[in-house]
């Protein structure tokens, strides 16, 4: 059996370091035909939008895709191709495995964490408008089946992940309303599950208490603008978001992406490491149910990491990403 995913390169180091991932799973014998689409800057100068109906049809077909960064102009120019795709697929979970890797230093060992984030609301609704010249009012939008809907996707995947305790995060102390929905849903949709131990906790305390100690965190629930931001921290603590996977995950529709961006410092040069999206890339063959070719993937990908020969730049080496890839290859 073999299966069409729709690949999305994207823009920057997109096409390089996706390039790397599609060579490994393929040299691992993924059963996988790629089903290449345009997104992003490309796509709007192409086409003139940055997502095409092509691109989200893809996806509903088979049901999975791998995507590259996409850039999002700073100002001016179109909306985030990103924000547009999850809204679009209402693909409502951010998730975000964040485990301690062989060979990459970091602040801590052994680290496992999962950051799950609400995708389609709060303050990435986009909702703004300028009420007088030089008063900007952004919308947060929080409801509580949206509420509902992720606090079961995170309570169904720790079920199933053994995971012990679900820490839902939030700002309640200053926004009663926004934030007392969501984890006043998380507390609702919890009564269904006791074997899970369920906590509630300050965002504050939740990133002094990652700084301090994220062994007492196993998975984090958080909204929007707050997952986007602890990810990120959390990523921190593994050795930073060229080393971290992730994935937007609908009703039986899924993205998998890297957390990073589309590094217009380093395209073209062949040297972004290429791990992340390959990570991202073994969480799609574990989600697809792949998992005697995940693994295979993953032990070479952690023998290369571990002796260390073959690391690329932003991880203290000198290797480029097809020297790295093909290391990996080699491996396999
Ligand atoms: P960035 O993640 O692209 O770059 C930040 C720093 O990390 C740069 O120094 C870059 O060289 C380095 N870096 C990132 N990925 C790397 C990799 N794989 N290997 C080695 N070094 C790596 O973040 P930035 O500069 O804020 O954003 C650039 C563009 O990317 C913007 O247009 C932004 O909108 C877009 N972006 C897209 C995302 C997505 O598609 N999911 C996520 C974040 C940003």
């Not at 997109?14 to 993924?30: H, M, S, W």
């Not at 996977?245 to 890297?258: K, L, S, T, Y």
Request: contains cysteine; charged residues 20%.
């Amino acid at each position: 059996m073999r299966y069409a995913v729709t690949l999305i390169e994207g823009d920057g180091i997109g096409p390089e370091v996706t390039g790397a991932t599609c060579r490994i799973l393929d040299a691992a014998g993924a059963p996988i035909d790629w089903e290449k689409v345009p997104a992003g800057a490309r796509a709007y100068e192409e086409v003139g939008h940055p997502l095409p109906d092509a691109v989200v049809a893809s996806i509903k077909k088979n049901r999975v895709g791998l995507k590259g960064p996409l850039s999002t102009p700073k100002g001016k120019g179109y909306r985030s191709a990103n924000v547009m795709l999850r809204q679009r697929l209402q693909l409502f979970t951010g998730w975000r495995p964040v485990v301690s890797l062989p060979a990459v230093r970091s602040r801590y060992e052994d680290v496992d964490l999962v950051v799950l984030r609400e995708n389609t609301q709060g303050l990435y609704a986009g909702i703004e408008h300028e009420v007088q010249p030089g008063t900007i009012v952004s919308l947060k939008v929080s409801s509580r089946a949206a509420g509902e809907r992720i606090a079961r996707w995170a309570f169904d995947h720790a079920m199933q992940n053994g995971r012990r305790k679900i820490t839902v995060c939030h700002k309640k102390a200053v926004l009663p309303l926004a934030d007392g929905a969501f984890v006043d849903a998380f507390h609702q949709v919890g009564k269904e599950y006791p074997f899970i131990q369920q906590e509630e906790l300050a965002l504050d305390d939740v990133c002094m208490g990652l700084a301090a100690d994220p062994s007492q965190f196993d998975v984090l629930l958080l909204q929007n603008l707050y997952g986007d931001i602890v990810s990120d921290i959390c990523a921190g603590l593994v050795g930073g978001l060229g080393v971290v996977p992730g994935a937007n995950v609908g009703h039986r529709v899924a993205v998998f992406e890297a957390v990073h961006g589309t590094a217009p410092d380093i395209a073209g040069q062949g040297i972004a490491n290429p791990l992340a999206v390959l990570l991202s890339g073994l969480l799609m063959l574990e989600y697809m149910g792949e998992i005697k070719v995940r693994d295979r993937i993953r032990q070479a990908v952690y023998e290369v990491l571990e002796e260390g020969r073959y690391l690329t730049g932003d991880l203290g080496g000198s290797a480029n990403t097809a020297t790295f890839t093909d290391a990996i290859i080699d491996k396999l």
